[in-house]
C-alpha cells in the first residue's frame, strides 16, 4: 500500500511560514528535518504542489521551488504519474532492530517485515537536539571523556524525575549505563553469584533472563494467578520459603511480553514479601513511561520497597539508537553495582547524555502524538490479526509496545518458521520462557511499525494461520 501525506497533514507538521526570508528554503528545510526525525519516511509520497500551496498559504512557484531544492539536496524525487516523493539520501539503512537472546537462528527475513522489535521510531526533532547538544560538548571536551557514573546533568534531571514521581532520590543514587541490560547485568554481577536462587516472572524479556543466566543464576518462577493478569503473592511466599532466592527480577509496569500491570496493593504485598525474605528487589522500569490510555495513578516500585534496585532506559520511550539507560539504587548499593560496571564498560558516550538530558526535562515520557498512534497501532493490529487468525486471542493492554497471543495450540515456532518463509520475522514464544523450550503457545506481536506493514504482517500471519489449520 502507497505511504502519502495529505496536505493539511504536511501543514501541521512543518508549521507556519516565515514572515521574512525565504519561504522555499524555509519550506525544504522544514520537510528535510521531519526526514531525518523519522516523522516523514523513505518513500512517502508528498501533496501535489498545487494542494501543498493551498495548505500551507504559499504560492504555487514558492511551493516547486521548495520541492525542487529538496530534490537537489537528495531528499525527494519526483517520479512520472507519481508525485514527489521522500527520500533517504542513500536509502533507509536496515538492521537497526531490537537483537533479541533466543531468536530462533537462520529465519532472519532481509527486506521484509521485521516484527521482534519492541522499540519505536525515535521521537520527533532528535536531530535538531543533538544539534543543539553538540553546542555544548565544549563543556566537557577539556578532559579525557569517562564519566563513570554519567555526566551530572543527566544524573541531576534523572534525580528530580524520581523525586517528582514520590521517591525522593539524589544525583549520587543514579548511575547512567548503556541500556537497561547493562543495568540489569551491572546489578547481577554486584548481587549474584553462580548458583544463586534468582525469582523471576514465569516469563521474561530474553535478554534479561540470558543476562542473569550467564552470571550461573538458577530461575526460581513467581506465581501468576489463573488468568495470568497478576502475581499471586501468596503461592510465590510460599515458593520463596522453600527455594530462598537471592534477589527478584520484576517488570511492574506493562510487563515484557504480557503486559501485566502491577497495581498499589500487589506493589505494597511483593515488596513486603522482599523484605521478609531478604531479597533484593530487581526492578526493570523500562516501559514505565509507556501508558497509552490514562495515566496510572501508581507509585513506582521503590516507594513501597527503599531497598530495591530500579533499572530504566530511554530505549523505547525517546530512541534506541541513544543506548543510556540507567541505575537508581540506595546509596549503600551504588558503590558496589558502579564497580561491578566498570568489568563492563567504562561509561556511556556524553553527547547522547546530554540529548536524554534535555529530553527529560522538556517531554517526560511520550508526547500527547505518540501516545495516540501506538495506542491506535494496538488496536489495528489486534482487529487485524483476530480477523485473519480465528482462535487467537489476547488481552488489550493498558500500555506496552507488544501483544501477547494465545494459540491454538502448541505451534508458536512453527509459526515463526512458516512467517519467515513469507518475508515476516517474528520471535517464538520460547524465547521468553525460563528454559527456552516453554511457551509454544504463545507469540508477541509489538506494534511500533508503520500501519501498512502491521496489516500486511496481520495478512501474513493469516496465510500461516490457514496453513496450519489445513495441516491437521
Not at 53 to 63: I, K
Not at 86 to 111: C, K, N, T
Not at 135 to 150: C, I, K, W
Request: one cysteine or more.
Amino acid at each position: 500500500m502507497e505511504r502519502r501525506i495529505g496536505a493539511n497533514a504536511l501543514a501541521r507538521l512543518v508549521g507556519p511560514p516565515p514572515e521574512r526570508g525565504s519561504a522555499y528554503a524555509w519550506l525544504s528545510d522544514r520537510i528535510e528535518r521531519l526526514v531525518a526525525d523519522g516523522r516523514l519516511t523513505h518513500d512517502t509520497r508528498l501533496p501535489s504542489e498545487r494542494d501543498a500551496a493551498v495548505a500551507l498559504g504559499l504560492s504555487r512557484t514558492t511551493v516547486t521551488h521548495g520541492y525542487a531544492l529538496l530534490r537537489e539536496r537528495g531528499f525527494a524525487e519526483a517520479r512520472r504519474g507519481s508525485g514527489t516523493r521522500v527520500r533517504i539520501p542513500g536509502g533507509p539503512v536496515s538492521g537497526g532492530g531490537e537483537p533479541v537472546s533466543g531468536v530462533l537462528g537462520g529465519f532472519d527475513a532481509q527486506g521484509g517485515i521485521n516484527l521482534t522489535n519492541t522499540a519505536p521510531a525515535a521521537v520527533g526533532g532528535l536531530a535538531e537536539r543533538f544539534a543543539e547538544a553538540s553546542r555544548h560538548l565544549a563543556a566537557y571536551t577539556h578532559e579525557g571523556g569517562y564519566f563513570r557514573d554519567g555526566v551530572p546533568d543527566l544524573r541531576d534531571a534523572l534525580a528530580e524525575r524520581y523525586t517528582a514521581r514520590g521517591v525522593p532520590t539524589t544525583p549520587h543514587q543514579i548511575l547512567v549505563t548503556t541500556g537497561a541490560l547493562a543495568g540489569v547485568a551491572a546489578t547481577a554481577l554486584a548481587f549474584v553469584s553462580p548458583g544463586d536462587a534468582v525469582a523471576v516472572e514465569p516469563s521474561g524479556y530474553p535478554n534479561s533472563l540470558a543476562s542473569l543466566r550467564s552470571r550461573g543464576a538458577r530461575f526460581v518462577p513467581a506465581v501468576e494467578s489463573d488468568d495470568e493478569r497478576r502475581l499471586d503473592v501468596r503461592a510465590t511466599a510460599e515458593t520463596f520459603t522453600r527455594r530462598a532466592p537471592k534477589a527478584m527480577l520484576v517488570i511492574p509496569d506493562f510487563h515484557n511480553p504480557t503486559g501485566r500491570f502491577m497495581g498499589e496493593e500487589d506493589r505494597h504485598d511483593l515488596a513486603r514479601l522482599w523484605a521478609k525474605h531478604g531479597i533484593v528487589g530487581i526492578v526493570d522500569e523500562t516501559l514505565a513511561d509507556l501508558w497509552l490510555d490514562a495515566e496510572p495513578r501508581v507509585r513506582p516500585m521503590a516507594a513501597f520497597a527503599p531497598e530495591c534496585i530500579t533499572v530504566g532506559s530511554a530505549s523505547k520511550t525517546y530512541w534506541g539508537g541513544l543506548r543510556l539507560g540507567w541505575v537508581r539504587a540506595p546509596r549503600r548499593y551504588i558503590g558496589a553495582i558502579a564497580s561491578a560496571r566498570v568489568t563492563l564498560d567504562l561509561g556511556a558516550p556524553v553527547l547522547e547524555q546530554i540529548v536524554l538530558a534535555g529530553l527529560l526535562r522538556d517531554q517526560s515520557g511520550l508526547d500527547d502524538e505518540r501516545r495516540a498512534e501506538l495506542a491506535g497501532r494496538r488496536i489495528l493490529l489486534r482487529d487485524a490479526i483476530a480477523r485473519a487468525c480465528p482462535g487467537w486471542s489476547c488481552d488489550l493492554p493498558d500500555g506496552g509496545l507488544s501483544l501477547w497471543w494465545r494459540l491454538p495450540g502448541a505451534q508458536s515456532s512453527e509459526i515463526v518458521r512458516r512467517a519467515a518463509l513469507r518475508g515476516l520475522t517474528l520471535t517464538p514464544g520460547s524465547a521468553f520462557s525460563l528454559d527456552g523450550r516453554g511457551l509454544e503457545g504463545r507469540l508477541r506481536t509489538p506494534f511500533t511499525l508503520a500501519e501498512d506493514d502491521l496489516r500486511r504482517a496481520a495478512d501474513v500471519l493469516g496465510e500461516v494461520n490457514a496453513s496450519l489449520a489445513s495441516r491437521t
